[in-house]
């Protein structure tokens, strides 16, 4: 019995005992065969290899029975070395197999086979040794496929000595750096390295030397043509088989593509933020010399243009010039001595035409460079050879002017720049457009300003003789008629006079001039002089008054205050044409008094509420009621000013709560004590 780990040997193969025990342990794997071809005997070595143990008497030609040509194709039986053997009768030549063993590996095998012949002469057999060259085979392949991926590479892999020489060179180094194999391996690297780094090469040499490994270095190598080519390089120390460092390899990768979209990128980010921030700026300016010194200024560094100016459109077909307005890279003065540009073919597509015009090279423009007397340009004209002019054109399609670029180089305008001019140029003729609005509008307003500053005064002197006629008019003795009439036209008078008092106070306020007059007062006082007044004077409304128990003192202009509280008190009755009464409260709360107005009247809408404050708003359903909306401006001026606050609660059809807040005015004094 053989063990489990011993392969089993079978047959005799009619050999003499010492020389089948000599054959059962050689390390050679062999086996026989007789006439017929039947395996007649195998030695361990051909059982491991095969990995199986055949059947004596039973299979024919090989242990093995998957075969296959060395490049994989199957062998057909008839092809086997040994039964190609006995076919022909004479020894064959050795020849490479592969064969598959039950465990599924693969190994490949030299078969040795030799005919046996009997005394007679007569072919009695093959004695058949096999060689497992599968290790030998696996590294031949490993070192083809390595060298089939370093030769496919696209990236450089060079390989060098200690001393920097080169020792490979692959089609990607090629490719990269232009040399061909021929022309660098025996030279030194330092072929590749430009002047100026050489001494990144000691640094290198000097660490692979040391077994440290460079990783993914950003440089600059040198193509055969002298063109630089930014590179990554990897390189890695070489070990001969004793492990001492020999060499190194480099692998070096074309960044080239990259660090350009890199900066592509960059570049990109960049105008986008200019952009951002352009179309901000010039959404926000109202004023147009902003907008267009923007514009310029951001353009011109976002084309990378030498010059950029924006000239308005003030040419006739007269010929009249264009007129600079902005100008961006270039002092002014440059164009202090220079006519503006002329009506010429350059131009005129831009300013008549509504035409982007992009010329690489201005002077060899077929009709503008040969235009007299200095090749279209200007005597003293800084050079322009690249040229970029973009209509800015207004809403109703007229051109507002054009944005020039030049450039002293060549080609340096692109479409992509066009493109971010021609939008930038459309916002900008949005800004202008609503610039141009809101001046117009600016100059009506202040013009609307002007003219009730001048007409409130003017009314106030003839308002004032005509009320004092009336009340020396009123004072005479006169018929129940006639007085009757005087009382309603001073009544009228006084109403007028309240109005025009209200534009004068407008006047003052927005031109700055509303001054105040302080005192400190009691404002408990106040109120309750006020409260009597109205409860004689009006005949529709009752006023219930709740005011605090003690003075209540503030500083503040006395007349204006009460202005104020008169404005609501009159406010409160005119909005609440149902109701019979009005409610006046005064109270303290913390540092600060509170005169709350209430009334049972129309009430407000939110919406309404928002807008309460603004000069001359009036709610929509205030018809039939007089007044010019100027009240409760005024009335949040004059409180705002004495540094208190106006608040206002209301519902809709129900009534109406306006509370003016002022701080108390021992506040007051603590506070500038304080300071
Ligand atoms: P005027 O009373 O002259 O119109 P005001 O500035 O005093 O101007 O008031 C502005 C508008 O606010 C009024 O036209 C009115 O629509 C609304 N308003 C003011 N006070 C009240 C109130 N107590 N109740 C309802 N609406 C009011």
Redesign the pocket.
């Known amino acids: 019995m053989q063990s489990n780990d011993e392969p089993e040997i079978g047959g005799s193969g009619g050999m003499g005992v010492e020389f089948r025990q000599l054959l059962d342990d050689s390390p050679v794997a062999n086996y026989l065969c007789d006439a017929q071809g039947k395996l007649t005997y195998f030695n361990k070595a051909a059982v491991k290899l095969w990995g199986r143990t055949p059947t004596l008497g039973k299979e024919y030609w090989c242990g093995s029975w998957k075969m296959f040509y060395p490049d994989g194709k199957p062998m057909p039986l008839e092809e086997i070395p040994i039964a190609k053997v006995l076919k022909k009768g004479c020894r064959e030549e050795s020849s490479e197999i592969r064969i598959e063993c039950p465990d599924g590996s693969l190994k490949f095998l030299l078969v040795f086979p030799k005919s046996i012949f009997g005394k007679e002469g007569g072919l009695q057999g093959v004695h058949s040794t096999l060689v497992d060259i599968t290790d030998q085979k696996r590294d031949h392949i490993k070192k083809e496929t390595l060298s089939a991926i370093v030769q496919s590479s696209d990236d450089a892999i060079v390989s060098k000595n200690l001393q920097g020489i080169i020792a490979s060179w692959n089609r990607g180094a090629q490719e990269i750096f232009g040399y061909t194999e021929e022309e660098v391996v025996g030279r030194s690297i330092t072929l590749l390295i430009p002047e100026d780094r050489l001494n990144e090469e000691d640094v290198i040499l000097d660490k692979i030397k040391r077994g440290i490994k460079i990783d993914h270095f950003e440089t600059i190598r040198k193509h055969k043509s002298g063109r630089e080519i930014p590179v990554s390089i990897t390189v890695s120390p070489v070990k001969d088989s004793g492990g001492n460092i020999v060499g190194a390899s480099k692998v070096a990768r074309d960044i080239t593509a990259r660090i350009e979209s890199q900066a592509a990128m960059k570049k990109y980010i960049r105008n986008l933020e200019t952009l951002n921030t352009v179309g901000k700026s010039i959404s926000e300016n109202l004023n147009v010399e902003g907008i267009l010194q923007r514009v310029t200024d951001a353009t011109t560094s976002l084309t990378g243009a030498a010059f950029g100016a924006f000239f308005y459109n003030n040419c006739d077909d007269k010929g009249n010039t264009f007129q600079l307005f902005t100008l961006s890279g270039a002092p002014r003065e440059i164009f202090d001595h220079m006519a503006m540009p002329r009506h010429t073919d350059l131009f005129l597509p831009t300013f008549r035409d509504r035409k982007v015009v992009r010329i690489d090279d201005v002077t060899k423009h077929g009709d503008f460079a040969k235009n007299a007397p200095y090749n279209g340009m200007p005597k003293g004209h800084f050079s322009v050879v690249s040229y970029l002019a973009i209509p800015v054109i207004s809403k109703n399609g007229n051109v507002i002017g054009g944005l020039l670029y030049g450039h002293p180089e060549a080609g340096k305008f692109t479409a992509e720049h066009e493109l971010l001019v021609i939008n930038i140029a459309a916002q900008a003729a949005v800004s202008l457009d609503n610039s141009k609005l809101f001046e117009q509008v600016k100059s009506l307003s202040e013009k609307k300003d002007e003219f009730i500053a001048l007409a409130s005064h003017e009314l106030k002197t003839p308002l004032t003789t005509i009320k004092g006629y009336l009340q020396v008019l009123s004072k005479k003795k006169a018929d129940k008629v006639s007085q009757l009439f005087l009382d309603k036209s001073l009544c009228q008078v006084d109403k007028l006079n309240t109005l025009v008092e209200d534009l004068l106070n407008m006047s003052r306020i927005e031109s700055g001039q509303l001054n105040f007059n302080l005192e400190v007062f009691d404002i408990r006082e106040m109120l309750k002089e006020i409260v009597e007044t109205f409860s004689y004077s009006s005949q529709s409304h009752r006023v219930t008054a709740t005011l605090w128990n003690d003075a209540v003192i503030i500083e503040g202009d006395k007349q204006r205050i009460e202005q104020a509280i008169l404005?609501l008190m009159t406010?409160?009755i005119?909005?609440s044409p149902k109701a019979d009464e009005i409610f006046v409260d005064l109270e303290v709360v913390g540092e600060n008094m509170v005169v709350k107005v209430r009334?049972m009247?129309?009430?407000?809408t939110e919406e309404?509420q928002r807008q309460?404050f603004t000069r001359f708003?009036?709610?929509e359903d205030?018809q039939g009621i007089s007044?010019?909306?100027?009240?409760?401006?005024l009335t949040k001026q004059i409180i705002d000013r004495h540094g208190g606050s106006i608040e206002v609660a209301?519902e809709y059809g129900m009534g109406?709560e306006?509370s003016l807040i002022l701080p108390l005015a021992v506040q007051k004094f603590k506070k500038v004590n304080a300071i």
């Not at 007044?627 to 401006?633: C, N, S, V």
């Open positions: 404005n406010n409160a005119k909005y009334d009247g129309i009430g407000l309404q309460l708003y009036r709610a205030t007044g010019l909306g100027l009240g409760l401006y209301s109406s306006f």
